[in-house]
């Protein structure tokens, strides 16, 4: 079937460099894809969204950019600090906004 | 407090026994969803509502039933727990074309 998958499941950064975590998807009808990041013992959390009309979209030390064409979506972090240590997940909406998650990447921060 | 809170946080249950776990939210909003999620997977779908008067099936809703008895809340019973649904289960909320808001989890441990 179709589903969100991330490349890898682990990402080391050294603390002030970027961080870049990428995730394919498969179902082509999708309209809005979110990322999102879980702590230890938390919820997930909204990160960034973006929609299928656009390519790129910023918010504060974040960048999500969306290939459509080869159905790739990335999470950039600008001078990754030891805060961002957490898994994230990408998700797709599959209809009616029901997301379809990817397995997570776990980033770890080293000082 | 907490925009979407889930009780119990923590629960441990023999085989064959029903459980209930709870979910009541603050934000007004009328979709609300029940996930669960496992080691190494991402978030899968079990139910979702978008009103009270609409529950739908998710991609794993075997095992469990689901009842919205009020715009705000949202449970989620297994009524007769295995092993196997050890995991830990969110609730989430969102509007028509918003992410979805997360609570903190549910663990739940069947023995």
């Known amino acids: 079937g179709e589903s969100v998958g991330l490349h890898l499941p682990t990402l080391s950064v050294q603390e002030g460099d970027n961080s870049i975590i990428n995730c394919a998807y498969s179902?082509?009808?999708?309209?809005?894809f979110i990322w999102y990041k879980q702590e230890s013992g938390k919820g997930p959390q909204f990160i960034i969204d973006?929609?299928?009309?656009?390519d790129k979209r910023q918010g504060q030390r974040v960048t999500v950019l969306l290939n459509k064409t080869v159905k790739h979506l990335s999470l950039q972090i600008a001078a990754t600090q030891p805060g961002d240590s957490a898994v994230y997940f990408c998700?797709?909406?599959?209809?009616?906004?029901?997301?379809?998650f990817g397995a997570g990447t776990t980033v770890t921060v080293r000082a | 407090d907490a925009d979407v809170t889930q009780t119990p946080r923590n629960r441990i249950t023999k085989t064959g026994k029903r459980i209930m776990l709870e979910c009541s939210q603050t934000?007004?909003?009328?979709?609300m969803y029940w996930y669960r999620q496992d080691p190494g997977l991402g978030l899968r779908l079990i139910y979702y509502?978008?009103?009270?008067?609409?529950?739908n099936k998710g991609e794993i809703s075997d095992g469990y039933s689901v009842s919205r008895q009020a715009q705000a809340k949202f449970s989620l019973s297994l009524e007769s727990a295995i092993p196997n649904q050890t995991a830990l289960y969110f609730c989430?909320?969102?509007?028509?074309?918003?992410?979805?808001?997360f609570g903190q989890g549910t663990r739940l441990t069947v023995v």
């Open positions: 998700a797709e909406n599959i209809g009616h906004y029901k997301l379809s």
């Open positions: 989430a909320t969102s509007d028509r074309d918003t992410e979805a808001f």
């Open positions: 509502s978008f009103d009270v008067k609409d529950i």
């Open positions: 934000k007004g909003h009328d979709r």
């Open positions: 179902n082509s009808a999708s309209d809005y």
């Open positions: 973006i929609r299928s009309n656009m």
